[in-house]
């Protein structure tokens, strides 16, 4: 059984930083390809940022790119988001989620496994 939990969310002021985690237990890490999804109130869920088992293939939603960068530690089963020069339109829950797909994507269907979410509020 699969499980992810995030932390380091938080509240920061616009043009701050926050780094979130992501720990996968249950299953061995490097299997999966990993995604941060986010879902501000009264929207949709929508993708952030992907990336692949070995940490070599990233991709981004266009509005965040520059200012966050997805990365993991198979060693430690971890994923983490670094995100950097935040703005009031980065508030949302971050979700954690993990994706057998060879190759991530940005489709929440394809991810199997989700985490509970982290807030993040960035106040202006």
């Known amino acids: 059984q699969v499980q992810l939990v995030e932390s380091g969310g938080g509240l920061v002021q616009a043009g701050g930083s926050l780094r979130l985690s992501c720990a996968l237990s249950g299953r061995t890490f490097s299997n999966y390809a990993m995604g941060w999804f986010r879902q501000a109130p009264r929207k949709e869920r929508e993708f952030v940022a992907a990336?692949?088992?070995?940490?070599?293939?990233?991709f981004y939603t266009e509005s965040v790119k520059g200012r966050f960068t997805i990365s993991r530690d198979n060693a430690k089963n971890t994923v983490t988001l670094q995100m950097d020069k935040l703005n009031p339109e980065d508030t949302a829950l971050y979700y954690c989620?993990?994706?057998?797909?060879?190759?991530?994507?940005?489709?929440?269907?394809?991810?199997?496994?989700w985490g509970q979410g982290t807030q993040v509020t960035v106040s202006s």
């Open positions: 990336i692949n088992w070995s940490g070599g293939s990233t």
């Open positions: 989620a993990a994706s057998e797909q060879f190759v991530p994507t940005s489709a929440s269907g394809d991810y199997g496994y």
